[in-house]
């Protein structure tokens, strides 16, 4: 009965240190994540740097001349650690087995940790550590690094659409240099590629361009081609256009205004139209005036017309316009 007690007690304790560590609310909680995205960024940075040095050399005996090879290696102990307080956190465990990240984790976390024991390397499905990036909205939003809805949508389209075209890159990278294993020989129409051809390859691939210049040799790398099509082209008419819309939209009259030490500052609201500032203007501005130093700060819901902006570009040292909603 005491040892049942003593379970509970221990499992109690382990999933509420867990929940900590994976908790926004705590500051060893944010630490924990941050450090998460930051390393498996670099994992992926060291995948990137070993794909462009050596694209021949898929698998191979030993360590020799991969100077990154132990610190990956530390990189997947971190990230074997996270899958441990992930799975003492989780409510329901049998759902945990298949959560995204669990399966982003089987196809990176053990290979690299086998491999690095049996002194071979093999850059397998490596790539798929850049999928972190679908989480990176969420963390940089929670850590007030990122405020406005605009920049966390912008960082959510960007962030989705990067990962898909790395991810993309990466798997044709690791088909093309491997070859079929049903070839004749097996293995033997393998086609080498460097890791940026295959940047240059996906991007094409996902813009329908297809320049035809870099083309798939192996079975499974047009197989893969062809499913990719699919999925690639769905992203980026999904992310590119509202991406550019983002853009586009962005106005000069956005943001904030930040007070200067010493400078003085008037806030102009409601009726904001040409005919109003500009009666506004004439009287305030008045040379007859003797403080010379004082900005003026225009609010308004909407963009200035044609002749406000002429206006404003007229007084533009000591007047800023603002595309606001005023709450008073």
Avoid at 178 to 202: I, K, M, Q, V, W
Avoid at 221 to 242: D, K, M, N
Avoid at 254 to 271: Q, T
Wanted: net charge positive.
């Amino acid at each position: 009965m005491k040892s049942t007690t003593g379970y509970k007690w221990l499992r109690k304790c382990v999933r509420g240190s867990a929940i900590r560590l994976l908790s926004y609310q705590y500051i060893p909680g944010r630490t924990f994540i941050a450090l998460s995205m930051l390393l498996s960024l670099a994992s992926f940075g060291i995948y990137v740097s070993e794909a462009s040095q050596w694209p021949n050399e898929i698998e191979k005996c030993g360590h020799k001349g991969r100077r990154h090879r132990l610190l990956d290696f530390l990189f997947n102990l971190f990230f074997l650690l996270h899958f441990l307080i992930r799975w003492a956190a989780s409510d329901n465990k049998l759902i945990f087995w298949v959560d995204p990240f669990s399966l982003l984790d089987y196809c990176t976390v053990p290979p690299c940790l086998l491999a690095f024991a049996l002194k071979r390397t093999w850059m397998g499905l490596r790539f798929m550590r850049i999928f972190r990036l679908f989480n990176l909205a969420e963390v940089l939003h929670n850590l007030n690094i990122i405020k406005s809805a605009s920049a966390l949508r912008l960082c959510q389209l960007s962030s989705f659409f990067l990962a898909i075209w790395l991810a993309g890159a990466g798997m044709i990278y690791l088909l093309e240099n491997t070859g079929d294993p049903f070839a004749s020989p097996p293995y033997g129409n393998a086609h080498r590629l460097t890791y940026l051809e295959c940047l240059y390859f996906a991007i094409v691939t996902m813009s329908t361009v297809g320049y035809g210049d870099i083309t798939p040799q192996t079975t499974l790398g047009r197989f893969f081609t062809s499913v990719f099509i699919l999925c690639a082209l769905a992203a980026f008419a999904y992310c590119i256009p509202e991406i550019v819309e983002m853009f586009l939209n962005t106005s000069k009259y956005n943001g904030k205004y930040l007070s200067r030490p010493g400078k003085r500052h008037v806030v102009v609201c409601g009726d904001v139209t040409t005919e109003s500032v500009k009666h506004f203007l004439d009287d305030f501005l008045h040379p007859d005036r003797r403080r010379t130093d004082v900005e003026v700060v225009f609010m308004n819901r909407s963009k200035p017309d044609l002749r406000l902006k002429s206006l404003l570009r007229r007084h533009f040292s000591r007047v800023k316009y603002l595309e606001v909603c005023v709450i008073l």
